[in-house]
């Protein structure tokens, strides 16, 4: 149902795509008809789209509700030094407007959730899963295999990416054969927690743009049963099989799940380990007031080592969280101590540590990040 | 008479335990959920990790009562977040 030719303008451009057999004029018009949805324009979605506008294929639809952040710029190449603070979908069009005016890019600007997926996915042929967190990447696995939609799916950690495709179509493998639950929060880090290696997204988010474009053309053997693991450190692939599993509780023999769940609670987003008791806290503007003063308190810096390369308080003394209760005694006894991390997570669990050993302790609200916001605009954020 | 394997980490577990993998001796029976409990007690850092993670044996995904075989090459693929 090809709703287009292709102009002048557009033979030319794709004219090296004409001259491969495998896609042709008639595999170049399938591409301008077929509808690809990238969840998230980030690490993986950047460099999926900027192919795949190339390539001609389009819509294209993008959803995020995110804004460009200058941390993203390493990685995330849909967006410019300019672009910080713009909303990614709309730096996201403006990027591959400019590289292919002959794509259409429909912006989603929205948090994917499960009231909105079913309607969104529903649009489109092709979804990529480029998302950067668990709670949605169950949610659009599930949307897809409920919709009979091939799920592109790439993730990434440092210097290890993993890529399949979950397609429901052949009766292949879901996100949920390979892990049907979630990790616990906090046990698997994200980009941010962990850091990336700026390129590995680039790998990772092409092999997904690769796949999409086979789907729609009907050529090759996807990934589907199989999943890709890459290690940029070793340069090396590996490939497991993936099989469907016949208990999954979304594509198996007797589906549990029908339709779509809550998945922030599924995922325990927001759930803490412990009860919450509050721990004795001080803000960032409290904070200077002590330093500008005589100081009668250690500053406990419980970050890990890298993250004081980024930024750090003066006068602080660094104990990373997870070595603190091994080195209790190089901390003052006769002195209060405040406790900081980035955003403040950590220097609470240190506080609760140190209080628990004896010591006075005090959490810095919202951690070095908010003295950068509030304090210092000149320290570097992370 | 034990079993040698070979077991090899992927993402998190690689950059926690800060190794590829290591050559393992196991008596002739062991499962993959004992051999998540060994490597767990090996090294106690990555337990919660192990958990999490799913085992291939000889490039197929296999399930906890999988009966480890003198050879097996054996994956450890923890599940990966970031986009």
């Not at chain 1, 290890?160 to 046990?187: I, K, M, N, T, W």
């Not at chain 1, 290696?197 to 090759?220: F, M, N, S």
Request: charged content about 25%.
């Amino acid at each position: 149902m090809s709703q287009s030719e292709l102009g002048k303008k557009e033979l030319e451009r794709y004219s090296r795509h004409l001259l491969i057999p495998e896609v042709g004029r008639g595999g170049q018009l399938s591409l301008k008809d077929g509808k690809v949805l990238l969840i998230g324009a980030g690490g993986l979605g950047s460099p999926a789209a900027v192919y795949l506008a190339s390539a001609g294929v389009g819509p294209l639809g993008i959803v995020d509700f995110d804004r460009v952040e200058a941390s993203n710029l390493h990685r995330q190449i849909l967006h410019f030094d300019g672009d910080v603070g713009k909303k990614k979908t709309e730096s996201a069009r403006e990027t591959l407007t400019q590289l292919n005016p002959h794509v259409q890019v429909i912006t989603h600007d929205t948090r994917l959730h499960k009231e909105n997926a079913l309607s969104i996915l529903g649009d489109y042929d092709v979804i990529i899963d480029g998302t950067d967190n668990f709670p949605t990447r169950y949610l659009v696995n599930d949307a897809c295999v409920l919709l009979g939609k091939p799920n592109v799916y790439g993730s990434i950690f440092r210097f290890d990416g993993q890529a399949s495709v979950f397609d429901p179509r052949g009766d292949g493998p879901c996100y949920r054969c390979l892990y049907p639950e979630p990790p616990p929060p906090g046990v698997v880090p994200s980009c941010a927690e962990g850091g990336v290696l700026g390129v590995l997204p680039g790998i990772i988010g092409v092999i997904q743009a690769t796949e999409a474009i086979k789907i729609i053309l009907g050529k090759g053997d996807t990934l589907t049963g199989r999943l890709l693991l890459y290690n940029a450190l070793e340069m090396s692939f590996h490939e497991l099989k993936l099989r469907k599993d016949p208990h999954c509780p979304l594509c198996g023999t007797n589906p549990t799940v029908t339709e779509l769940i809550d998945y922030e609670g599924f995922c325990r987003i927001g759930e803490s380990e412990e009860p919450a008791e509050a721990v004795a806290s001080l803000t960032v503007v409290e904070l200077k007031e002590k330093m500008e003063g005589e100081r009668s308190f250690v500053l406990l810096d419980v970050r890990e080592s890298h993250e004081t390369e980024i930024c750090q308080l003066t006068g602080s003394v660094l104990i990373p969280l997870g070595q603190l209760a091994n080195r209790m005694d190089e901390v003052p006894r006769a002195t209060p101590v405040i406790a900081y991390c980035k955003k403040g997570i950590r220097g609470e669990k240190a506080v609760r540590l140190l209080n628990e050993a004896g010591f006075t302790a005090t959490n810095l609200e919202g951690g070095i990040i908010a003295w950068a916001e509030q304090i210092d605009p000149e320290m570097a954020r992370y | 008479m034990n079993v040698k394997v070979q077991v090899r980490y992927f993402a998190l577990l690689r950059e926690t335990t800060g190794s590829e993998g290591e050559k393992y001796s196991f008596p002739q029976g062991t499962t993959i959920l004992e051999l998540r409990t060994q490597l767990g007690s090996h090294r106690p850092e990555v337990m919660e990790i192990l958990s999490e993670a799913r085992f291939a044996v000889n490039e197929d995904f296999v399930d906890d009562s999988y009966v480890l075989a003198d050879g097996d090459f054996v994956a450890v693929i923890p599940p990966v977040s970031g986009g």
